[in-house]
């Protein structure tokens, strides 16, 4: 008898063991399994030796002291990041919540009851005081998961809490992007006021010259008005470089959570030390690594699993309700040896007709394609943002040497021409361009050196970069440096 009863609970435990989910299969990544090729993408990868970033602590990849303590403390007082926390925690206690299904909930229960029956309803043809005492430990309605419905539900919620982690992850490596990037805008426009600062001393000191020239009758008043049409717009532009300023400030503080120092804040983009240089690899599959796409694919086996419990909701439910405890008349007899009591009522509901059965297993079938789909555009837009990256990278040196050079022609063009007006050869006219044309160039000589620093970041984000702490990628790299070297 015992053998059989160890039999048919293995027995129970093996079936409840099987779910009816389809097996998984990683689908086929649907971009190209290297980077695009081609005369914009030539000089993308110029060092070889540099680290991958998924590979690179943020700190590492940082170098600049400054913003590393600003990233830190938007990592401690971000709100949008403490949110992505908190619905971590969320969905590991739903998690929890479905996977206690699986067990029986059992409850300590006492009861008590007195009754007064009457003589003609009496067994005893008088009447007579009932008093009923009982104390049980026991399950109620506790589901043998035989075919597996609470096993593909528990799977289900275990993948969408995995798949709030890797948005945890996502979301800090989306902080630590936009912190940089609104620290180097900051840098950007911080130098861009200087410039406008310079410039509008520079072209004042020049109007005063060409004014007192005008008051003792050596130029004309068209020459005065002249000379003042680039002073009104460097002043203009230095009140548009304070706004920017301000709001850049205000936009940092917004994502640090709290206002940022002074002493921290950066004073121009040369003072910024330039992050690491990382590569992309050849193969577009690290692109698998990134937490949003790994996000993506845990949603997708989430809605494989619940097609799984779709199928068990077409099978029958068995449930069990059993309770072991003393029962007495009364209350000083409830312990007494003899008034043990017990209960067991199993129970299984066969389902017959149900249509909603088979919508909802149709409904879990569009998901799951609805979740491919999602997982696939993951990757695609994940692979445009790398080789957006790339063909910034190929070419933003050339871009920035060649304005450079303008730079320093419209310098070289200024002075000429500044010397050919006070020696009266040329009409101020020839300054005003000159003037003109160096300031936009040293304007667009700033936004290149922008847009390198920013660029370099934003591949770093979009590589998967950000997310592991200054801890775990160093315990990688001792990792990797206690393993043998390879054999020649």
């Not at 022609?409 to 007006?421: F, I, K, M």
Request: net charge neutral; glycine share 6%; aromatic share 8%.
């Amino acid at each position: 008898m015992n053998k059989n009863i160890f039999l048919l609970l293995v027995g129970i435990a093996a079936v409840a063991g099987c779910t009816m989910a389809p097996k998984y299969h990683q689908p086929t990544t649907p971009v190209p399994a290297t980077w695009p090729t081609g005369p914009a993408y030539e000089k993308a990868s110029l060092a070889t030796n540099a680290p991958q970033a998924p590979d690179l602590g943020w700190r590492e990849f940082f170098t600049d002291e400054k913003l590393q303590r600003v990233i830190g403390t938007a990592l401690t007082n971000n709100r949008d990041l403490k949110i992505a926390a908190l619905n971590v925690e969320l969905s590991r206690a739903l998690y929890g919540i479905q996977r206690a299904e699986l067990l029986p909930t059992v409850n300590a229960t006492g009861s008590g009851s007195k009754q007064r029956v009457p003589a003609d309803l009496s067994t005893t043809g008088s009447r007579q005081t009932v008093e009923q005492y009982g104390v049980n430990l026991g399950a109620a309605s506790w589901e043998i998961d035989f075919f597996g419905r609470i096993r593909s539900l528990t799977d289900s919620a275990l993948k969408k809490y995995l798949a709030t982690e890797q948005g945890q992850r996502s979301a800090q490596i989306s902080l630590i992007s936009s912190v940089a990037s609104a620290y180097l805008s900051l840098a950007a426009d911080r130098e861009s006021l200087n410039l406008a600062e310079t410039t509008f001393e520079s072209q004042n000191h020049s109007y005063n010259l060409v004014k007192r020239q005008h008051d003792l009758g050596l130029a004309t008043e068209l020459d005065l008005y002249r000379a003042q049409t680039p002073v009104d717009i460097a002043r203009r532009d230095v009140a548009l470089y304070l706004q920017h300023v301000a709001q850049d400030e205000n936009a940092l503080n917004l994502l640090v959570g709290s206002p940022v120092s002074g002493e921290l804040l950066p004073t121009d983009l040369h003072h910024v030390s330039p992050p690491q240089e990382i590569v992309a690899g050849l193969s577009s599959e690290v692109l698998l690594r990134r937490p949003d796409v790994l996000q993506a694919e845990d949603l997708l086996k989430a809605a494989y699993a619940d097609i799984g419990a779709a199928r068990a909701d077409f099978f029958p439910r068995i449930s069990l309700t059993a309770a072991i405890g003393t029962a007495s008349s009364d209350l000083s007899g409830l312990f007494k040896a003899g008034q043990g009591a017990w209960s067991y009522a199993p129970q299984i509901v066969m389902p017959i007709f149900d249509a909603r059965t088979w919508f909802a297993l149709k409904a879990t079938k569009v998901q799951r394609e609805i979740a491919l789909t999602q997982y696939e555009k993951a990757i695609q837009t994940a692979f445009k943002e790398v080789a957006d990256a790339l063909a910034i990278r190929g070419t933003v040196d050339q871009q920035v040497s060649a304005q450079q050079s303008l730079v320093t022609a419209s310098a070289e063009t200024y002075r000429l021409a500044n010397s050919r007006y006070e020696k009266g050869i040329d009409s101020y006219l020839g300054v005003l361009d000159a003037q003109r044309s160096l300031f936009a160039a040293q304007q667009v000589l700033v936004s290149l050196h922008l847009s390198k620093l920013a660029n370099q970041v934003n591949l770093y984000s979009v590589l998967g970069g950000g997310w592991k702490t200054e801890k775990s990628s160093l315990a990688t790299a001792t990792n990797s440096s206690q393993k043998p070297p390879p054999t020649k």
